[in-house]
């Protein structure tokens, strides 16, 4: 079945507002900037996103939340982005931050059918504050929930017209789960080749999780933060 979509525009085309969505990348590495982009054109509203961070400020997520088209987050972290602390500060944007383990664990469980699972992170802590807990061979436990979607926009160095997909190194992050956590997913990436021109044994994520594909058509690479050594 060849799921390709010409554009980034056309792919996210039925993204409704108030949508759950989940999008993959780990600060600026492994993010669907095509698809970001294109669902900033499209002005979608109240989005409800899940995603280890929210960009940096003009860049990545940091698009959508400068449109205005998110309310309410869900991530990790939120260090490098100076307007989402004055949306959080003022109560225009609804945060939960969650431990980075048991964030990537929910979205896991979330795509394997599992509605929770219990984890000592956060045990004494505001985390796991109304939650339930539990005890379990003389340690306390708190219990999370599975995290699903409406979409997953992801991001993969090369896919086939049928939507198998790999990775490439630390741009892999959140994108395998995401992929199977939503119910439609869309995948952007750098390669795209015909049916069969994959290893098989090296696909990460089979097509089966995948609606639709596109080719990115702008890749800024831009990197973070940046570290020189200094002159000796």
């Known amino acids: 079945m060849n799921k390709v979509v010409a554009s ?3 792919a996210i085309r039925d993204v409704f507002d108030g949508a759950t969505i989940m999008i993959g990348g780990f600060g600026l ?3 669907p900037e095509n698809l970001i982009r294109a669902l900033e054109k499209k002005g979608t509203k109240n989005l409800h996103t899940i995603s280890n961070n929210v960009g940096i400020d003009g860049v990545g997520n940091g698009l959508l939340l400068a449109a205005g088209q998110i309310v309410h987050h869900i991530g990790s972290y939120v260090g490098e982005n100076k307007l989402l602390e004055e949306m959080v500060l003022k109560g ?5 931050l969650i431990p980075q383990g048991t964030f990537s664990e929910r979205i896991r469980a979330g795509g394997a059918g599992i ?3 219990y984890t000592p992170t956060g045990v004494g802590t505001i985390i796991a504050e109304g939650k339930e807990t539990r005890e379990f061979d003389g340690r306390l436990y708190v219990m999370e929930r599975g ?3 409406d979409f997953a ?3 993969a160095w090369k896919g086939d017209k049928a939507g198998n997909l790999i990775y ?4 892999r992050n959140f994108n395998p789960m995401m992929a199977t956590a939503a119910k439609v ?4 990436v750098e390669h795209l080749v015909e049916v069969g021109e994959l290893d098989a044994d090296q696909i990460h994520t089979p097509s089966i999780y995948v609606k639709r594909i596109i080719q990115g058509e702008l890749y800024e690479r831009r990197i973070e933060r940046r570290t020189v050594r200094k002159a000796s």
């Open 29 to 31: 590495c492994g993010m």
């Open 147 to 149: 995290l699903t979607a």
């Open 92 to 96: 225009t944007l609804n945060l939960e």
């Open 153 to 155: 926009l992801i991001k």
């Open 168 to 171: 490439r190194k630390t741009a």
């Open 185 to 188: 997913t869309i995948a952007e």
């Open 8 to 10: 980034a525009d056309e």
């Open 115 to 117: 509605p929770a699972f």
